[in-house]
């Protein structure tokens, strides 16, 4: 036993008994206990040394410190907190000393052991002292190993009901957490649900960003171009050239030659300042479409037909000079808040006088401004801008022309816009023109859906009209409930004639 072979023999042998003296637990802790076949045996283990017992009980200790470190990276990867983390290595510390120091004394209890047989083989004290010393050694360290087993099993017990109850506790916060964040978010998509259902009702947000791009260009000229004709002679030279484009737009007339001839003239002296000088570049652009919104404001209400010229003319303009549509569409969009749409009587914090001003209401009296005009004269003038709008959009370029910057797809979206929204007093009227207008165009182009927009303002508008007692405007809502009878009478839309038919 005491030779290198009775060495290697012996180092061979220890980790073959390992497996009997540690076994693995389900939890994956080595929990220590006497195998039957261990005690069978025990009479084989008198004859070699006794050291070779206490070798593989200090074995059998080092075997606890790896699986306790396996078990500690796998305790603090479940764990959310420093402190815990630090009393939990603390407690596995705590194990491991423990359990040295219970396989220490059962180590001593063997060297005991091994000295009583000694003593017996010396014939010291009897064999029958010696069985029942060695039986009474036996059940101490059988006991011994039971109270161990005991004592982990409750402690693995009681830490895996802190861990559950830890895992609950987490899960019960994080339900909750969700709980709450999902109640705020459908607490946020109620708000914006709200806003946008108010808004809908108000304004389109679409029409009032595209409004809001075209009027950029106009802010810029306030600032850039305006100034300018502060100069007396600058506003002098710029007045005479002025004066010729509005006598130009205030000669247009049905007759296509006539709205060629004027649309040239105009764009030659549009051409020849923007190379003489960029500051009565714009100026006169501004100046050209406010005199095709006066011009219609003035002329459209008497001669409807005039929604149609005005309307070439400006689409001849703005396809030639590219510039001036965002000066044109804006101002327009501007004067004509119904166009974007907005109504503006989404704020009950505005006095009617505000809201008078945000729809574009003029005042009669313009130096002490505290009257103003009627509602008839404000429907009129608003008229007669959807139908420019409508005469703008429907025009169709001839061989040579430039294209339309206004076509008809805006003339879909607007309607749809509108339809889309709570009727107000004026929206009968100016539906009514706008049909009569560019609603043979648009039936060309989008005939199913234009079908199902006659049918809604029939079926849905008009009820919601009639129902509203406080609707000043009923002979507008009975003129459209007259012209949607006769368009669906005459099975197409009814269009104001564009040209004035020679007599014969």
């Given at each position: ?448 859906q234009m079908l199902k927009i006659l049918t809604y303002l029939k079926d849905k508008m008009l009820p919601l009209v009639r129902a509203d007692t406080t609707n000043i405007n009923e002979a507008g809502r009975k003129r459209l409930e007259n012209y949607l ?20």
């Amino acid at each position: 036993m005491d030779s290198d072979s009775d060495s290697e023999k012996e180092s061979c042998y220890v980790p073959q008994r390992l497996s009997r003296i540690v076994p693995t637990s389900a939890t994956g802790m080595p929990v220590l206990e006497l195998k039957t076949d261990v005690l069978d045996h025990y009479t084989q283990w008198e004859a070699q040394k006794r050291k070779n017992i206490t070798v593989l009980l200090i074995a059998a200790a080092a075997a606890y410190i790896p699986c306790d470190s396996l078990q500690a990276k796998m305790d603090v990867l479940s764990l959310q907190t420093v402190e815990t983390v630090k009393k939990t290595q603390q407690q596995i510390f705590d194990r491991n000393a423990q359990r040295m120091t219970f396989i220490k004394r059962s180590a001593e209890e063997w060297v005991t052991h091994d000295k009583l047989l000694k003593l017996v083989s010396k014939e010291v004290i009897t064999e029958e002292d010696y069985i029942k010393e060695k039986e009474a050694r036996l059940k101490r360290l059988e006991n011994a190993i039971h109270n161990e087993k005991e004592r982990m099993e409750k402690e693995n017990k009681d830490v895996k009901e802190k861990e559950a109850a830890a895992l609950k506790i987490k899960t019960e916060k994080k339900e909750a957490a969700a709980l709450l964040l999902k109640a705020q978010e459908e607490k946020k998509k109620a708000e914006i649900a709200k806003k946008n259902s108010q808004h809908k009702s108000v304004y389109s947000a679409e029409g009032l960003a595209e409004y809001q791009s075209y009027y950029e260009t106009i802010k810029v000229y306030k600032e850039k171009y305006k100034p300018a004709l502060l100069d007396p002679n600058f506003r002098k030279d710029v007045f005479k050239v002025k004066k010729t484009i509005t006598r130009y737009v205030s000669q247009l007339q049905f007759k296509q030659q006539v709205i060629l001839d004027k649309a040239n003239k105009v764009l030659e002296i549009i051409n020849t300042t923007k190379n003489q000088s960029e500051k009565a570049y714009h100026v006169l652009l501004n100046h050209l479409a406010k005199s095709i919104l006066a011009q219609a404001e003035q002329e459209i209400d008497a001669t409807p037909m005039a929604a149609y010229f005005l309307g070439r003319f400006s689409a001849l303009m703005t396809g030639s000079v590219p510039e001036l549509f965002p000066y044109l569409i804006g101002r327009l969009y501007k004067r004509a808040p119904i166009l974007i749409p907005h109504y503006h009587d989404g704020n009950p914090n505005l006095s009617s006088s505000e809201l008078r001003l945000l729809m574009r209401y003029k005042y009669e009296d313009k130096h002490e401004k505290t009257k103003f005009e009627s509602y008839l004269k404000y429907e009129t003038r608003q008229n007669s801008y959807v139908m420019l709008f409508a005469g703008w959009l429907q025009v169709m370029p001839g061989p040579g022309q430039p294209p339309n910057r206004l076509d008809v797809k805006h003339g879909w979206i607007w309607l749809a816009r509108i339809c889309n929204m709570p009727p107000r007093t004026i929206t009968p009227t100016i539906i009514r023109s706008f049909l009569e207008v560019a609603g043979q165009r648009l039936m060309r182009e989008y005939p199913r859906q234009m079908l199902k927009i006659l049918t809604y303002l029939k079926d849905k508008m008009l009820p919601l009209v009639r129902a509203d007692t406080t609707n000043i405007n009923e002979a507008g809502r009975k003129r459209l409930e007259n012209y949607l009878r006769d368009c669906f009478n005459a099975g197409t839309i009814i269009a104001i004639p564009e040209f004035i038919e020679k007599k014969i």
